[in-house]
């Protein structure tokens, strides 16, 4: 635990990075207030600045802002997952050529560790890296700059809400934190939740300020080492470093909402199936295998029938083979479908994780080193291809049937950078 002036923290967010993609790939929507739909069209999870502007509120039912929507002439999008994935993917990779350190937080967001210069002073270099990437991507970013990870996205937080600060602010450059700590209310300092969050006001605790000066043993006694670690990061100390290696998962979950409430047991084994290849694809591009394989379905929290059923599988050997889980996936989703239930979600879980590398197999089951490395072969040259040729290039039949139940997705946009099909064309 240190106090350090040489390197700094930086919190890089991508602001309001859904709505941000759909503007840069389609210059049609670009100072137009636009607004990105949840799963199945549902609720608003994404606004422009223009649209926040007209005050539509996070969270609501598309259904009851419909008619709003259109009189204020919105632009209302589906969710496009692999457009914001690749430009995730393109904003980090450009992230990194620009700071020694980084962990990647979310999709939209990193922090990085860069090294002050002589001066200390890094708008400079904040300023570059704006500038590049809304060149590069355009997209635009608020930068929060402190000496740790905390003091960082309190950084952050008055970049977006200091007009002047022109989406960078470093708080180790500060006459007085004390001023801008009053401004930050203790609910939206990171790691503070909603219990914890009203535990602090009713000790009259409202403030980062208060919660910097706050007596040690009063947070030691409550929220323990963590809130001790965040306290101390307030002050300046270094208590959590950057993580440059991503942890392994515990668990890969791939679950969806229906489109059209499923009835039949065909189409719940299909989309469990697809659910599945999805989910040991993922295992695989991490060096994973599971030894543990649940399958869930559930009817909506809304309807008045209320029907949830899971099962499960321990396997003796660890496997990422598609065709050894998709054959554990049909048989157990005969084990959760009832047709008396409209099902309108289901997921697939792997579990009980190792690496490859410490695969240990069993007596009972044992496997060939020939059939071992026949598998391996087989499920790598799948996902070379299916990453060469942008997915589906390979894959198993049963995927391929007519599928009523698929989310709704209507109002996608045409736009990709992933389908060549679909990359927009200059006509000149």
């Not at 210059?27 to 739909?37: A, S, Y």
């Not at 479908?337 to 879980?349: C, D, F, H, I, W």
């Amino acid at each position: 635990m240190t106090i350090s002036s040489i390197e700094a923290i930086a919190l890089i967010d991508a602001n309001n990075f859904y709505a941000s993609c759909e503007q840069s790939i389609n210059p049609h929507l670009r100072n137009k207030p636009v607004v990105i739909l949840s799963n199945n069209d549902g609720c608003i999870i994404a606004r422009s600045p223009e649209a926040r502007a007209l005050k539509i509120k996070m969270g609501c039912p598309y259904f009851k802002e419909k008619e709003r929507l259109n009189k204020l002439d919105v632009a209302v999008l589906s969710s496009n997952y692999s457009l914001y994935a690749d430009m995730s993917k393109r904003l980090m990779n450009l992230l990194k050529n620009h700071c020694e350190e980084m962990e990647i937080y979310s999709i939209d967001e990193a922090f990085v560790s860069i090294s002050r210069p002589n001066d200390k002073n890094l708008y400079p270099w904040a300023r570059k890296l704006r500038a590049l990437i809304y060149q590069n991507l355009g997209i635009t970013l608020t930068i929060g700059i402190g000496e740790n990870k905390v003091r960082a996205k309190v950084a952050n937080k008055l970049a977006k809400n200091i007009d002047y600060s022109a989406g960078i602010f470093d708080l180790a450059r500060t006459k007085d934190e004390n001023n801008y700590f009053k401004e930050i209310s203790v609910d939206k300092i990171w790691g503070i939740g909603k219990q914890t969050s009203n535990w602090l006001k009713s000790k009259g605790i409202r403030n980062a300020q208060e919660l910097r000066d706050m007596k040690e043993n009063q947070i030691l006694k409550k929220l323990g080492i963590v809130g001790r670690r965040m306290q101390l990061e307030l002050k300046g100390y270094k208590c959590l470093p950057i993580e440059k290696s991503n942890k392994s998962k515990r668990q890969i979950q791939v679950s969806r909402s229906f489109g059209t409430p499923i009835t039949k047991l065909e189409d719940l084994t299909q989309a469990l199936a697809i659910y599945a290849i999805k989910a040991s694809a993922k295992m695989r591009s991490q060096s994973l295998r599971t030894s543990f394989i649940s399958v869930f379905a559930r009817t909506s929290k809304y309807s008045s029938q209320n029907y949830q059923k899971s099962a499960n599988k321990k396997l003796i050997n660890a496997t990422d083979n598609t065709n050894a889980i998709l054959k554990i996936v049909v048989e157990l989703s005969k084990e959760i479908y009832n047709p008396e239930y409209k099902l309108s979600k289901a997921g697939v879980l792997m579990q009980d994780l190792t690496t490859c590398k410490n695969l240990q197999q069993s007596i009972i089951n044992y496997k060939s080193q020939e059939d071992m490395k026949k598998s391996e072969n087989l499920m790598r040259t799948i996902d070379s291809l299916n990453k060469k040729y942008k997915n589906k290039a390979i894959t198993w039949a049963i995927t391929n049937k007519p599928k009523e139940w698929t989310i709704n997705r209507n109002l996608l946009s045409r736009t990709s950078t992933t389908d060549i099909i679909k990359i927009p064309t200059i006509v000149i």
